[in-house]
């Protein structure tokens, strides 16, 4: 049976993605080795990376005014490594808290400097997000996690501030376009819908490293991955490549514009069902920050719960059920997800 991969992250990939990975595991670009015993200094490497820079510069429209980097350590060490580089002792960053990551973002900021939390929706368990926030000036920068995978939220409008946004786009980067105006940086781990687990994407406007008094550890310091193109050390091949394959792949559908449409039309028809369905009811309410990209509900009666995940594990989708800390089901629709998969999730729901 076709399996629908609903999962958080690691998450969906397209299939012709998978498939041309597969056979580079085995013959990369019919040089009769592995993409996987290749030296990352060897011509077609160099390609790789070159061409994976490229298009993520092609599909965000970046200016050179943006390095473009390809990390390792995960989301979660760009929590520290974004504050290590930017924000000093003496100086203050505001942080707007929508979820567990925010919140982990936040405490590893504070070892470096004075954190203001501008906003949070922990009272309501984060099922919004906080309108209307009035933000200093002053501020070194402002952090915000603008899709909140675990809770089901995400920023629609971004806030106003004099200073850049500095921006945790895990589970939304290539979903939509950004006003790139507004934003110092931009971090993504790639496992959520860019690739597979083990690079971190980050975008960085290069005036505004630099700035600190402290000494930042070489491999620490993001204008050394600038100024060595992201090989200083061995980058992450593999996982370098696949994403360089699913941002061909996201060109060929039509770039970020046309992902954008498809992903609101793909929310759209699973919004519509739960607020329809009397057996289901949102997580988020409509106007308060619903994501595009991962879909939070909850049933109506809380005894459905197994019904329901066996209902659609039936159907062949898989990993919808809710994070720990939320509950009910999430359904994860990202850039890969094609319509024809939520509307089989739909059908479950109908059909329930
Ligand atoms: C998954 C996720 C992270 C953590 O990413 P790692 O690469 O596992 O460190 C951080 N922020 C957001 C928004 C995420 O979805």
């Not at 490229?54 to 350590?73: C, I």
């Not at 110092?184 to 406007?205: C, E, H, S």
């Not at 809710?322 to 890969?336: L, P």
Request: proline content about 5%; charged content about 25%; aromatic content about 10%.
């Amino acid at each position: 049976m076709k399996k629908h991969n609903f999962f958080a992250g690691p998450a969906i990939l397209p299939a012709s993605v998978l498939k041309q990975a597969a056979e580079a595991v085995t013959d990369f670009g019919g040089m009769g080795l592995s993409i996987l015993e290749i030296s990352h200094r060897s011509k077609p490497f160099v390609a790789v990376m070159d061409e994976t820079e490229a298009l993520v510069r092609e599909l965000l429209g970046l200016s050179d005014d943006f390095a473009v980097l390809f990390l390792t350590g995960g989301a979660s060490s760009e929590f520290y490594l974004t504050a290590m580089n930017l924000l000093d002792k003496d100086e203050t960053a505001g942080y707007i808290d929508t979820g567990s990551w925010s919140a982990k973002a936040i405490k590893e900021a504070e070892l470096f400097g004075d954190v203001e939390v501008l906003a949070s929706s922990k009272d309501q368990n984060y099922n919004y997000i906080p309108a209307d926030v009035k933000v200093p000036s002053g501020l070194k920068y402002v952090h915000i996690t603008s899709n909140n995978t675990i809770f089901g939220t995400q920023f629609k409008e971004w806030p106003e501030t004099d200073a850049p946004l500095v921006a945790d786009m895990s589970s939304e980067i290539f979903s939509r376009r950004l006003p790139l105006e507004k934003f110092g940086l931009i971090y993504a781990g790639a496992q959520k819908n860019l690739g597979p687990a083990g690079v971190t994407l980050v975008i960085v406007r290069k005036d505004i490293l630099g700035k600190v008094k402290r000494q930042i550890p070489t491999m620490l310091d993001y204008r050394t991955h600038i100024e060595k193109k992201s090989s200083f050390n061995t980058p992450p091949v593999y996982p370098i490549y696949v994403s360089m394959l699913t941002l061909r792949w996201v060109k060929e559908q039509g770039g970020v514009e046309a992902m954008e449409k498809q992903n609101e039309a793909k929310a759209k028809l699973i919004y519509d069902e739960i607020d329809r369905n009397p057996k289901f009811k949102a997580s988020v309410t409509e106007g308060t920050g619903r994501s595009l990209m991962n879909v939070c509900f909850l049933p109506t009666n809380p005894d459905d719960t197994d019904a329901f995940v066996k209902a659609a594990t039936e159907a062949g989708c898989v990993g919808i059920t809710g994070h720990r800390s939320v509950g009910g089901f999430r359904a994860s629709i990202y850039n890969s997800m094609p319509m024809e998969s939520v509307q089989v999730l739909v059908d479950v729901m109908k059909n329930f």
